[in-house]
Nanobody
Framework: QVQLVESGGGLAQPGGSLRLSCAAS????????IGWFRQAPGKEREGVSC????????YYTDSVKGRFTISRDNAKNTVYLQMNSLKPEDTAVYYC??????????????????WGKGTLVTVSS
């Protein structure tokens, strides 16, 4: 049974940092594209970052480039999202997702087959 469990969300001040984790079970993380999406109140879910299964390439949406870093620990079957220099506009529920075609040229919502339940990130002073 495929399962994705996110953790690490919480409250951070502007300019602060958080590290999100996504623990995967039921499949090998490095066999599939895996990524992070977020959904702010009243907005559509957007792709934040992903790692491709083919060559480990990483992709980021423009608004987080230089601030967020995605990484994968194959031994722990876990993917991380290190978020630095957080801004209030980063406030959202963050979801981990995986799929065979989920990260070909960037995080692809329609290419993801499995989703976690999300973790809330709030950036506020």
């Amino acid at each position: 049974q495929v399962q994705l469990v996110e953790s690490g969300g919480g409250l951070a001040q502007p300019g602060g940092s958080l590290r999100l984790s996504c623990a995967a079970s039921g499949f090998r993380l490095d066999y599939y594209g895996i990524g992070w999406f977020r959904q702010a109140p009243g907005k559509e879910r957007e792709g934040v970052s992903c790692i491709s299964s083919s060559d480990g390439s990483t992709y980021y949406t423009d608004s987080v480039k230089g601030r967020f870093t995605i990484s994968r620990d194959n031994a722990k079957n876990t993917v991380y999202l290190q978020m630095n220099s957080l801004k209030p506009e980063d406030t959202a529920v963050y979801y981990c997702a995986t799929g065979m075609w989920g990260c070909v040229a960037g995080p692809d919502y329609y290419g993801m087959d499995y989703w976690g339940k999300g973790t809330l990130v709030t950036v506020s002073s």
